[in-house]
């Protein structure tokens, strides 16, 4: 044997040694830290490819396809446990529906668990660092860009919504005809929300819509699948190479850049007039209140998208599953009507909707039933202890350690005979009677990444449903199937919302 061969045949059996070494150490601590604790091990799901777990993926894959996963998702919880152990990108990853995991993860040890080793690069080049794909310092600060707004909003952009939802009244058949309530829905938000981010709506509801609205959200929506590919190609992303995708995302950045140089000339002539507000204007708008903290255009481009990305459809998806639920229930139609009823024609303020109670369990309960996020992952960031979940009779605490995966899903949590009781599967508003759930009613997640539009969406959905009934003395459904999954952001309704409308 040569001299090379010899210094190779040494480097070699040097580095096979030194990384056997480093995991036999790393076992040590591991069993240590899990005897310390007195953790036990997670049931483990059977793979058929047990190293990457891409037999999961695709079966994930195809279930999403299929429109069957949360049914199949509930099946897996079913078998293998409340907390169980899959392999995900070759990694561990723990799938829980535990409350007291989903608080741990998410309130008490929540500087364990991040999203950025998950989620960074992958929105690129839509947008690079925003508040949903960063965490630490970065996130802090993206938080604090929107927080201010956020917190005033719900009480103060009802006049636009009230403007949006008159448009939408005009779309509405009166004579009984069947309308599907859902796209008519997505329009409406997507008017509001977009008024409300970029301080200039996407008009969609009009009878001829603005081209450049158009454009937009048909160019974003184009951007969003494609997104879904290259997250799939992962680090062969580079081979995604779509000129429509490419060509959507520069038109998405057209928009927004138009409307981010008028929030910046708007700042410009506020500072020029000592800082005081245009009066005529009670509108809270996002840009607007985001560049009094940055003038940086790239980060303002890519901080407004972070947040239009999940305001896209969520609140329609809601508004159209209540409405799914009522048409299907006319007891539940008519006690609500009564309550909408008696409130007359006092202003429909934000905390008049709220005193509306068995308003407030409607909203709540197409919350719990049909979720609008499901799967939620977290990257285990420093080694970890969850309460429960290990062991043969699995409520042993389970140690999770730095770089594996976390996944907690919302709707199997919502779906929880143990917690809801054996009518789980009935959408029943009278559940809520008393009821103050903590961890195990979380549509909008928990502990400091909270969903920020919690308040608003809960507002505005209050909103239409009350305006809906104001206008509306019958809902009856015109839709032979059951609620059915299908998927974009979140799952949504694949049949749409067909009903028939009678006019007060
Ligand atoms: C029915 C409507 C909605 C539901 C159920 C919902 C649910 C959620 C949930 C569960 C999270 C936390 C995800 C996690 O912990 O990984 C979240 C985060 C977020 N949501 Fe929503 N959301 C809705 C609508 C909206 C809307 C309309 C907006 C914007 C206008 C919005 C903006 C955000 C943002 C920016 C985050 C990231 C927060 C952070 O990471 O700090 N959401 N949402």
């Known amino acids: 044997m040569g001299l090379i061969s010899q210094v190779i045949a040494l480097g070699a059996t040097a580095l096979i040694l030194y990384v056997a070494i480093t995991k036999l150490i ?38 999403h396809t299929a429109c069957i996963y949360l049914e199949e998702i509930q099946h897996q919880y079913a078998i293998y446990g409340k907390t169980h152990e899959v392999v995900f990108l ?114 969609t509801l009009l009878p001829l819509p603005a081209e450049e609205g158009e454009l937009f959200i048909k160019s974003f929506d184009y951007v969003m699948e494609g997104l879904g590919n290259r997250v799939r190609l992962g680090r062969l992303k580079f081979l995604y190479r779509d000129p429509l995708w490419f060509e959507s995302v520069r038109i998405v950045h057209a928009f927004v850049e138009k409307h981010i140089d008028v929030a910046l000339e708007g700042e410009k002539q506020r500072k020029m007039n000592g800082g005081t507000e245009d009066e005529k204007d009670h509108r809270y708008i996002l840009l607007n209140e985001m560049v009094k903290q ?86 285990v960031l420093a080694d970890s202890i969850l309460p429960t979940g290990g062991g043969p009779d699995e409520k042993s605490p389970l140690l999770v350690r730095k770089g594996e995966y976390i996944n907690f899903n919302i709707y199997c949590l919502h779906q929880d005979e143990d917690i809801w009781g054996p009518d789980v599967a009935v959408f029943r508003p009278e559940r809520w009677e008393g009821l103050k759930p903590f961890w195990s009613f979380i549509p909008f997640g928990g502990g400091p990444r909270t969903c920020p539009a919690q308040q608003l969406v809960n507002t505005e959905a209050a909103y239409v449903t009350v305006r809906m009934m104001q206008e509306f003395a019958k809902v009856e459904s015109r839709d032979e199937y059951p609620w059915t999954e299908q998927w974009r952001i979140g799952p949504h309704s694949k049949y749409g919302c067909k009903v028939s409308l009678t006019p007060a």
């Open 26 to 63: 790393d076992k040590r601590s591991y069993e240590r830290k899990k005897q310390q604790h007195g953790c036990g091990e997670a049931v483990k799901y059977p793979h058929s490819e047990p190293f990457i777990g891409i037999d999961l993926l695709v079966k994930d894959a195809k279930e």
């Open 90 to 203: 070759g990694k561990r990853m723990i799938r829980t529906m535990e409350p007291k995991n989903i608080q741990a993860v998410l309130g008490l040890n929540a500087k364990d668990y991040g999203l950025q080793p998950l989620r960074e690069g992958l929105a690129e080049p839509l947008f690079g660092h925003g508040i949903n794909t960063t965490d630490g310092e970065y996130w802090q600060y993206s938080r604090s860009l929107i927080k201010p707004t956020f917190s005033r909003v719900e009480i103060c952009n009802l006049a636009s919504l009230e403007f949006h939802f008159k448009r939408l009244l005009e779309l509405l058949p009166k004579d009984g005809a069947t309308v599907d309530l859902q796209p008519l829905f997505s329009r409406l938000f997507l008017d509001t929300s977009t008024e409300f981010l970029f301080g200039k709506s996407a008009d």
């Open 294 to 379: 940055t003038q940086d255009k790239l980060d303002l481009r890519s901080q407004i998208l972070a947040v239009f990305m999940p305001s896209r459809d969520t609140t329609a998806f809601l508004v159209a599953n209540i409405f799914h639920a009522l048409a299907r229930n006319s007891t539940i139609w008519t006690r609500l009507r009564k309550e909408v009823m008696a409130v007359g024609s006092q202003p429909l303020t934000f905390e008049l909707l709220k005193s509306i109670k068995y308003l407030q369990w409607v909203i709540n309960e197409a919350h719990r039933m049909y979720s609008i996020s499901d799967n939620n992952p977290r990257c």
